[in-house]
């Protein structure tokens, strides 16, 4: 009579436990993929991303914001000049020096470019500024955050000063 | 010089997301699987898992490894289905009333067909029984053939715990095996 082998319970789950095959893993793999394409198009994950902040798109500060938003606005008429009048209006103060910087680093950061206008007279022609896709998408990831573009001054902003008599 | 960034697209959140899935869900079906043990609860299990990735900013413990999160968070959602199908399947029926053949598992060996087969059933009826967690640990351990040491991280315990978890599980196995209707 032949005499049956003692498997250890280790030796048992190593060869029994219940385990889908390679072609059940598979097929599996696809049906849910094609849920989840669809449960895809019911989300907006245009400017989202699985990695990083969250986003696929570039973080603004909010001067960048406004001044992103000015050139933006331009179109092609985009000049240091018109910018900060832009900007002045939204700010209610002298943006000039901040407007200057954040174009400076928003052409680094590849959100807008920049090109030489025409000469005029004798003068150095005038920069003008261009948005860029990358610059739109950064545009639209602050609208998203809730970026506004009118920025109460701090005076009014802060605790009343007066006495309440 | 500064380092060439990838370019962002509408379509990256896609593109990521199917690379993601496409390299994890083999082992995140297999998990849920040994949890669940059904094909169609494995299958809500990653959708679930994959929906709420969409459906949120990831989390700091999902940037930090994306593997191990997904791993981790299938076992939770497979457990939590489980304890769902236990909860409707005891206002159904009584447990007691499970066939489960009697010492099955302890003996078995090549050619006795009738004797796997009733391995192969005692197996499933204890999974059944078995603390889902345990289960997840036996599939990690066993199907998947995860070291202790990752499978400790993947449950946020030390190894030692793993080790005397996984001897539980199959003391708990063996007994449930041995035991028609479990120990319950």
Redesign the interface.
């Known amino acids: 009579m032949k005499r049956?082998?003692?498997?250890s319970?280790?030796e048992?789950?190593?060869k029994?436990?219940?385990?889908?095959s390679q072609e059940?893993?598979e097929a599996?793999?696809e049906?849910?993929?094609k849920?989840?394409e669809a449960?895809?198009d019911k989300?907006d994950?245009?400017?989202?991303?699985?990695?990083?902040d969250?986003w696929?798109?570039a973080p603004l500060e909010q001067t960048e914001f406004q001044v992103l938003t000015a050139v933006s606005l331009l179109g092609n008429r985009g000049t240091l000049k018109s910018i900060t009048q832009m900007v002045d209006k939204w700010t209610a103060r002298e943006m000039v020096g901040h407007v200057y910087l954040a174009l400076g680093r928003l052409a680094e950061r590849e959100l807008i470019t920049v090109h030489s206008g025409p000469a005029t007279g004798g003068d150095k022609p005038a920069d003008r500024f261009e948005i860029t896709e990358?610059g739109d998408?950064a545009l639209r990831r602050a609208k998203i955050e809730g970026k506004q573009l009118v920025t109460a001054r701090e005076d009014l902003n802060g605790p009343c000063t007066e006495r309440i008599r | 010089m500064r380092a060439r960034v990838e370019r962002q697209t509408d379509e990256t959140f896609r593109q990521q997301f199917e690379k993601l899935y496409r390299e994890n869900q083999p082992k995140i079906f297999r998990v849920a699987y040994g949890v669940t043990g059904k094909r169609e609860d494995a299958q809500d299990v990653v959708q679930n898992v994959f929906v709420k990735l969409m459906e949120v900013q990831p989390s700091p413990d999902f940037i930090k490894d994306p593997p191990r999160y997904l791993c981790r968070a299938a076992i939770h959602e497979a457990v939590s289905m489980f304890r769902s199908r236990q909860r409707e399947k005891l206002a159904e029926e009584d447990v007691s009333e499970i066939d489960v053949p009697v010492a099955a598992g302890i003996w078995g060996g090549d050619g006795d067909s009738e004797r796997l087969e009733e391995l192969d059933q005692g197996l499933k009826v204890a999974r059944e029984q078995l603390d889902p967690y345990l289960a997840a640990l036996i599939t990690l351990h066993y199907d998947l053939k995860c070291r202790v040491k990752v499978i400790a991280k993947i449950f946020r315990r030390t190894r030692p715990t793993i080790g005397v978890h996984l001897m539980r599980a199959r003391r708990e196995l063996q007994k449930l095996m041995s035991t028609p209707g479990g120990t319950q």
């Open positions: 049956r082998k003692k498997m319970m280790d048992i789950l190593r029994y436990w219940p385990s889908p059940d893993v599996a793999c049906e849910v993929w849920r989840l449960e895809l989300h994950t245009s400017l989202r991303s699985l990695y990083g969250g696929s798109a990358d998408r």
